[in-house]
């Protein structure tokens, strides 16, 4: 997403845990960006005051922005009946849902400020399809281990997104939500390597996983003209992955 919006002319920021890989991050997108260089902002948002020193940071810079993408997310495999509350509950929690909250409200007015019903601001939380799937044991949890926090967390997602959305609206801010399918990622480079690409494959209709321009594209309509009139929107971004699971017996033959 970064890539894409830096492709196609914005000032782009981007934050996380690791300064060295962000310096890693920047660097390659300002091989591509066509208009101002990417920044930086070491930050941790799995906390109200991690979240605040960001926002605080980001004032330093701007006085406006236009476009929130709530990324940042986590997730835990853990046995059933010993799952960890500190770590497999309360810290996905903080991450996946809490942070969005205090981002969005604590940028509400950058957000807000010069943004009208033609060219509204913009927030875009990044939930997942796990939102509406409730198997919890699989490929990417590890054997004997379930991502019990991380379905409801973005289920959360999904109805935070709408209970913003209706907050925001009259502020002139849109606010819609991307659940991404299987893509390859530090979160999911664990199971995809025990369990092996072809495999995913084939739970996929269209042959593969979502690749960055799937998703750069779908954030880059959310951010644009053609979308100024969709808000509180929960988009699924999946290639049909959702429905090969569901079946539950071959094909007819005809």
């Not at 991690?50 to 922005?65: D, Q, S, T, V």
């Not at 991307?178 to 072809?198: D, R, V, Y």
Request: aromatic share 8%; glycine share 10%; with cysteine.
């Amino acid at each position: 997403m970064a890539l894409g919006f830096a492709q196609n002319g914005a000032k782009v920021y981007i934050a996380a845990r690791k300064e060295g890989q962000l310096k890693e991050a920047v660097a390659d997108i300002n091989k591509v960006a066509s208009g101002p260089k990417a920044d930086y902002i070491a930050a941790n948002v799995g906390s109200r005051v991690g979240c605040e020193a960001l926002i605080a940071e980001f004032r330093k810079r701007e006085n406006k922005l236009h476009v929130l993408v709530n990324n940042s997310g986590i997730t835990w495999g853990g046995p059933f009946l010993d799952f960890p509350e500190e770590k497999g509950w309360d810290n996905v929690f903080n991450v996946n849902v809490k942070s969005i909250f205090y981002m969005t409200a604590g940028l509400s007015d950058l957000l807000s400020k010069d943004s009208n019903n033609v060219d509204p601001g913009r927030v875009i939380n990044i939930s997942s399809t796990a939102s509406i799937e409730p198997a919890s044991e699989g490929e990417l949890s590890g054997q004997g281990n379930g991502t019990w926090s991380y379905q409801p967390s973005k289920a959360a997602v999904n109805h935070l997104t709408s209970q913003l959305a209706l907050k925001l609206g009259p502020s002139h801010v849109t606010v819609n939500a991307i659940c991404p399918g299987l893509f390859p990622s530090k979160m999911t480079a664990f199971g995809i390597k025990q369990a092996g690409e072809e495999a995913f494959n084939a739970e996929q209709p269209t042959g593969r996983f979502g690749m960055p321009s799937d998703i750069a594209g779908l954030a880059l309509f959310l951010s644009s003209p053609a979308s100024a009139h969709i808000t509180g929107t929960h988009t699924l971004l999946d290639g049909g992955s959702r429905f090969r699971r569901h079946a539950v017996a071959p094909a007819l033959k005809l």
